[in-house]
């Protein structure tokens, strides 16, 4: 309940509502619904006991590029993937270092130390900087879009995976020195909130305007978006876009698109400023 005249008045002054995806129109409670390795592919039904030998290698990737103490719902949703091979889950490995996020690197990496003392490595995130980290050709690279596409357009939110090698006695600075080997894709599932649909329906019969601004792909992003009920006609627009983009482009972007996708916190910064000023200038 509002309290204050002020805040009444500024809610009824509103005419774009800005809303992430993940933990906001999603229930942030994620689950693997798909694993691919390009050649053999999976639909995870929740009652899956054991993962079928050709998705072993991928599992394992996934698994030793997670923290294993991590209550973050994805990385929970990987030990529970990891659960079902059984190989990995119960390791009592080191870890020697963890290469984090960047946000001109959306993946990590994670270096274990084995019982034999050899180094153990592996990579997941953004499939875009998994395929830069596995160093894959031209081809290779689209394939794997492809690919990913198709996960994305199903509404999953599609991490890369990899594992890699080092023969140094010491690591490198950079996640980009090992030599990785590209496992697959990993599709998680993050059910809409049932309350969304209608929540998006009366903002828009109040003459709100709704933009989903979120961090994933733009494929999943829409499809996402499409089913909570926001406007999808004009393609989802990139935080790399949003960076390019002159006053003039910025504008035309944020008054024509809702979705915005790939979108780093700074860059969420200028699409509101740029809607501020757009709304500053109407009439």
């Not at 006991?49 to 294993?68: C, E, K, V």
């Not at 794997?144 to 357009?153: D, I, L, R």
Request: proline residues 5%; negative net charge; glycine residues 6%.
């Amino acid at each position: 309940m509002a309290r204050r005249p002020a805040v009444i008045e500024t809610l009824g002054a509103a005419t774009v509502l800005c809303v992430d995806k993940t933990g906001t129109l999603t229930e942030n409670r994620m689950r693997v619904r798909f694993l691919d390795t390009l050649s053999d592919q999976l639909e995870v039904a929740p009652d899956l006991r054991d993962i079928p030998q050709a998705f072993r290698s991928l599992a394992d990737a996934a698994w030793l590029a997670t923290r294993h103490a991590s209550i973050d719902p994805m990385d929970r949703a990987v030990a529970g993937l990891a659960s079902r091979v059984g190989e990995y889950n119960t390791l009592d490995w080191p870890m020697v270092r963890e290469y984090g996020l960047k946000p001109e690197l959306l993946a990590m990496s994670i270096v274990w130390k084995d019982d034999a003392g050899h180094f153990a490595i592996a990579c997941k995130g953004a499939p875009e900087a998994v395929i830069g980290l596995c160093h894959l050709d031209d081809d290779k690279a689209a394939s794997v879009m492809t690919h990913v596409e198709a996960m994305a357009k199903n509404g999953l939110r599609v991490l890369g995976a990899g594992i890699g090698t080092t023969t140094r006695d010491e690591l490198p600075e950079s996640q980009h020195v090992f030599d990785f080997t590209f496992a697959g894709l990993v599709g998680f599932e993050d059910p809409l909130r049932t309350t969304v649909p209608a929540a998006v329906r009366e903002a828009l019969r109040a003459g709100i305007s709704v933009k989903m601004i979120t961090g994933d792909y733009p494929a999943t992003a829409l499809a996402i978006a499409a089913a909570a009920g926001i406007d999808t006609k004009e393609a989802a627009v990139t935080g790399n876009q949003l960076e390019r983009a002159d006053a003039n482009e910025l504008d035309r972007l944020v008054s024509s698109a809702n979705v915005f996708a790939r979108v780093m916190p700074e860059q969420k910064l200028r699409l509101v400023e740029a809607l501020k000023r757009r709304v500053r200038s109407l009439p």
